[in-house]
């Protein structure tokens, strides 16, 4: 029978910086252009790219196995089920499906391993390192249609950008005329969804807002904190983690007030007349075990559940994130949850939703998705 104990190999604690399940991932030449612009930075999330935090339950001392290049015959038992996510509140229910043994029956053993930069989850979704893999639906699109063995199983984060800002009375992202705005990861998410959103409004993003660009989410907060900026878009829970840093000590004594100000989600809703609904993040499956149908069931009724009980017990869905992820706090999970856009919705139903999405993004810039809408197969069937 596979062990309750989970083993964790920390990673280093300033890789928090790549929180992107919110984000995207972002090509390795911008990547490597934000590097060189921040070299510390840089050091940084080279060494976390090489230290992965990893929760398993096999006794600490076994050795991880291979990944299985082929699936096993329909019912057989896997050596091994690897689940992967960034450090952020998609990834809880994943952690609690280990710790619950939700999918016990499938696998020997059941990891956990965080993808702490775009680069890291490549290499995951290519290499067949992981078998489930949360990441944000563009580039799940984008795989699919270059080739890699990536199908979508549901949409489970329906938007989490928000602009934080020092001004009170901001209410739409037009109010931003004019004004610097940091924003992380330059032509990629969250930057692509400013630039459709403000774009639909009449707007020019680099004519009429003065961008900071960032290599980070956590960079793009810290100039908020250190005043070096007045306003930042961030996601979640990188917002929520800079709203509660001011107001603590001793941050507190010299940070900025800052105001959770527009939310993107509602701009989509207004500017698009649809639902302030955005479905930015999911779960998929990944290489040979989507010939396994009974596992792939499984996880989808089991992360649905999980994710029921995340969001009924944001306060404990924190505490188990941050036990197991450097620098993540649980009120500031807890937070983010409680803002109620976690909805574990089957890929099938979810599609109307994420072409609409895929299409206003395509329109941009096609290289974004892969330069077409995704096809039947990237979509899981028969939910």
Not at 71 to 91: E, H, M, N
Not at 252 to 275: C, I, K, N, T, Y
Request: hydrophobic share 50%.
């Amino acid at each position: 029978m596979t062990t309750a104990l989970l083993r964790l190999r920390r990673a280093v604690p300033g890789a928090l910086a790549a929180m992107l399940l919110a984000v995207g991932a972002m090509p390795a030449a911008r990547m490597a252009a934000a590097a060189a612009a921040t070299p510390a930075m840089a050091a940084t999330s080279a060494a976390s790219a090489t230290s992965a935090a990893r929760v398993t339950p096999t006794a600490a001392n076994t050795p991880t196995a291979q990944v299985t290049p082929a699936a096993p015959a329909p019912g057989a038992r896997l050596p091994k089920l690897t689940l992967a996510g960034p450090p952020a509140t998609v990834s809880a229910p994943l952690l609690h499906m280990i710790e619950t043994g939700a999918l016990a029956q499938f696998a020997e053993r059941i990891e956990f391993v965080a993808w702490r930069d775009p680069d890291q989850l490549r290499v995951l979704a290519l290499d067949g390192k992981a078998d489930v893999l949360a990441m944000p639906t563009n580039v799940a699109a984008n795989l699919h249609n270059r080739g890699a063995p990536v199908m979508l199983l549901n949409v489970s984060t329906w938007g989490a950008l928000w602009m934080v800002s020092r001004a009170a009375d901001r209410r739409t992202l037009a109010d931003f005329r004019g004004q610097e705005v940091a924003i992380p990861f330059r032509a990629d998410m969250p930057d692509i969804v400013f630039q459709t959103l403000v774009a639909k409004d009449g707007l020019d993003p680099r004519k009429d807002f003065r961008l900071r660009y960032v290599p980070t989410p956590m960079e793009a907060m810290q100039l908020l904190i250190t005043r070096r900026v007045d306003h930042a878009l961030l996601s979640e829970p990188a917002a929520s983690m800079a709203l509660r840093k001011t107001k603590s000590f001793p941050i507190g004594l010299v940070a900025p007030e800052l105001h959770r100000s527009v939310d993107l989600q509602q701009e989509w809703g207004r500017l698009f007349a649809r639902p302030a609904r955005i479905p930015q993040a999911g779960i998929t499956a990944v290489g040979a075990v989507r010939a396994r149908p009974d596992v792939i069931a499984a996880v989808e009724a089991a992360y649905a559940r999980s994710m029921q009980w995340c969001t009924a017990h944001a306060q404990d869905c924190g505490a188990l994130l941050a036990r197991h992820v450097e620098l993540v706090g649980a009120d500031a999970i807890a937070d983010s949850i409680a803002l109620g856009r976690l909805e574990a919705v089957p890929a099938a139903r979810a599609r109307r939703a994420l072409e609409f999405f895929f299409g206003q993004l395509l329109a941009r810039d096609p290289a974004v998705i892969g330069g077409r809408l995704p096809p039947d197969a990237f979509y899981r069937s028969g939910q």
